[in-house]
């Protein structure tokens, strides 16, 4: 793991990013028709991206500090 990485001060963060998150996200089901569409980061439900609906591709959907995380093994595998 790269030295100057804090395990500790990563995942207070994330727990913090959890907390702040929790319920804020919109649920794109609920918007009318041709409404841009809203993703969320699968960890800690930080906003990653707001894309038109009729976007190609795949959104992002883990935040960076989350793929940090996810790399160094921290978190589950998405």
Same mark, same amino acid.
């Given at each position: 793991?790269?030295?100057s990485? *804090? ?7 994330f ?5 702040? *998150?929790q +319920?804020?996200?919109?649920? *794109?089901s609920?918007?009318?028709a +041709? ?6 980061? &699968?960890f800690? /439900? ?7 609906e009729?976007?190609? /591709?795949?959104?992002?959907?883990i935040?960076?500090?989350? &793929?940090?995380? *996810?790399?160094? /093994? ?5």
């Open positions: 793991m790269d030295s990485f *804090n395990v500790e001060v990563a995942l207070e963060q727990r913090k990013r959890k907390v702040d *998150n +319920g804020k996200q919109i649920d *794109n609920s918007l009318r +041709g409404s841009s569409m809203h993703y969320y980061c &699968k800690c /439900g930080e906003h990653t991206e707001t894309l038109p009729s976007h190609f /591709g795949a959104p992002k959907v935040c960076d500090p989350c &793929k940090v995380l *996810n790399d160094h /093994g921290l978190i589950p595998k998405g």
